[in-house]
């Protein structure tokens, strides 16, 4: 509903002097004028408009009570009387929340009674941060670690051992150190007999043990088929020695059984595989 409203020449004269925009004084002007309207018919100022200083001519003005000097009070008045002029603030008020009420809209009475407007299923409120998941936030990276690739580290690697291995055993054949006997003869047997150095320990377990039971039974069930399960039964993926006491426990059983049987065969046996003191009859052993 358009209202064309008279304003306060004076209170706009001084704010364009004051430099203040036209919009800005013009409307102000008008609301010095509505004030001055308000005081002459005896109406009461909304809080904001009680608050506000009016200017000292418009206040001058409307405390004359004529209509002349009011600049056009009287018509004004009249308006209000028969209600055909502006709302009030309170009208207004009053009419917006008639048309949220007739939209089924009941939050309007409780923000004008200053209660947080809650909606269906809402029991709670919870900020945003709240409900999202730290690592939709922060992106947390794993440390990149070190990685060894097969070409060409590893193979350059075993290349250059296997050429040192290589060089090793060249210079072994070549030297006069392992020098070759005679020819082995059918009819004579060295005594004592002995296995290779690595075969020693197996040959000693033939003194005390039946041959099914040293040779076979014993390398093959207890030895190759025991070492193989030592991985199921422990299953520990530590590395640590502390965490992996069993499989350390067997393994130390193993060299420690392997290694005492070799050395007893290879320098406590003389002639016919007896018993002897290397450091009294004499070392029986040759590579």
Do not use: C
């Not at 209202?3 to 013009?26: F, T």
């Not at 709302?87 to 309007?108: C, F, H, P, Y």
């Not at 936030?137 to 690739?149: L, P």
């Amino acid at each position: 509903m358009a209202e064309n409203v008279e304003m306060d020449q004076k209170v706009y004269d001084e704010l364009i002097a004051a430099g203040k925009s036209e919009r800005i004084a013009r409307s102000k002007a008008k609301a010095a004028a509505v004030r001055a309207k308000k005081e002459a018919a005896g109406e009461k100022l909304g809080p904001r408009e009680a608050t506000a200083e009016a200017p000292a001519p418009a206040a001058a003005a409307a405390a004359g009570g004529d209509a002349p000097a009011a600049g056009g009070g009287g018509v004004a008045t009249a308006e209000r009387a028969t209600g055909t002029g502006g709302m009030t603030v309170e009208e207004r008020q009053a009419r917006v929340a008639a048309a949220l009420a007739a939209k089924g809209d009941g939050a309007a009475n409780g923000r004008g009674n200053g209660a947080a407007t809650r909606y269906a299923g809402q029991d709670h409120t919870h900020r945003l941060l709240a409900m999202v998941p730290p690592d939709g936030i922060q992106q947390i990276r794993s440390k990149q670690e070190d990685k060894v690739y097969v070409w060409p580290h590893l193979i350059a690697s075993e290349f250059i051992a296997l050429m040192a291995v290589t060089l090793f055993i060249t210079a072994l054949s070549v030297l006069p150190a392992f020098p070759l006997r005679e020819l082995a003869n059918p009819n004579i047997t060295p005594n004592p007999s002995k296995a290779p150095w690595y075969f020693l320990g197996l040959q000693e377990l033939l003194r005390y043990f039946h041959p099914m039971i040293a040779g076979v039974t014993i390398p093959g069930i207890v030895g190759l088929l025991g070492l193989m399960m030592v991985p199921y039964m422990d299953r520990n993926p530590s590395v640590r020695p502390d965490n992996r006491k069993t499989a350390i426990t067997l393994m130390t059983f193993f060299l420690l059984g392997a290694g005492m049987m070799t050395l007893v065969g290879s320098f406590f046996r003389g002639p016919g595989f007896n018993w002897v003191w290397p450091w009294v009859d004499g070392l029986f052993f040759e590579l």
